[in-house]
């Protein structure tokens, strides 16, 4: 059986990934990565993102798979759960969800709307949950809870803070072959 080619959709979060950000890494370094470009990063707003999403779906060819992360886990769980449509769906293998974010934690942004309460239904495809330990976004047991409840595999990597650039992480090869494992199921 040969292998075929995933897409990567990246899915940042609140303000954008920068350039020393794990997921602007990637799509420097494989063009199969593309990012989804929301329409205002400063000020989202659910069913904007969600919409985008689907557009980006919807545009984009199976089979593909989500990096997303902090608020872009978000937007991928209520976008699978309250958006989607079958079709949709069946084009996504999997998800890496790095960093989720705590809607009812003090941090969480303030200009970000609608993206409480966070749906805790089982999600439609393969996922993986990536938690840091100091995570003052969202704490272990929030991941660990939407984690469940979505059946994920849930992975703690330590103190990491919000797994984002000040995290050194560099290329995060680790976090690639979580990715990378969404291509190997059959």
Request: charged share 15%; hydrophobic share 45%; with cysteine.
């Amino acid at each position: 059986m040969s292998e075929q080619k995933l897409n990567m959709l990246v899915l940042p979060g609140y303000q954008n990934s920068g350039a020393g950000h794990w997921q602007t890494r990637w799509e420097a370094l494989d063009p199969a990565f593309t990012r989804v470009q929301m329409p205002d990063w400063d000020h989202p707003v659910r069913d904007t993102w969600c919409r985008t999403l689907d557009a980006a779906v919807a545009a984009a060819d199976a089979p593909m798979v989500f990096a997303a992360h902090s608020l872009g886990c978000l937007t991928t769980a209520f976008w699978a759960t309250h958006y989607a449509s079958a079709a949709q769906l069946a084009k996504v293998a999997g998800a890496l969800l790095v960093a989720l974010p705590d809607p009812s934690e003090a941090h969480f942004p303030q200009d970000a709307s609608g993206f409480s309460p966070v749906p805790l239904t089982r999600l439609p495809f393969a996922n993986i949950v990536v938690a840091s330990s100091d995570d003052p976004y969202g704490g272990v047991p929030f991941s660990q809870t939407c984690a469940n409840a979505w059946g994920s595999r849930w992975i703690d990597i330590g103190p990491r803070g919000h797994i984002n650039a000040d995290s050194g992480l560099g290329d995060w090869d680790e976090g690639r072959g979580w990715l990378a494992s969404f291509g190997a199921r059959g």
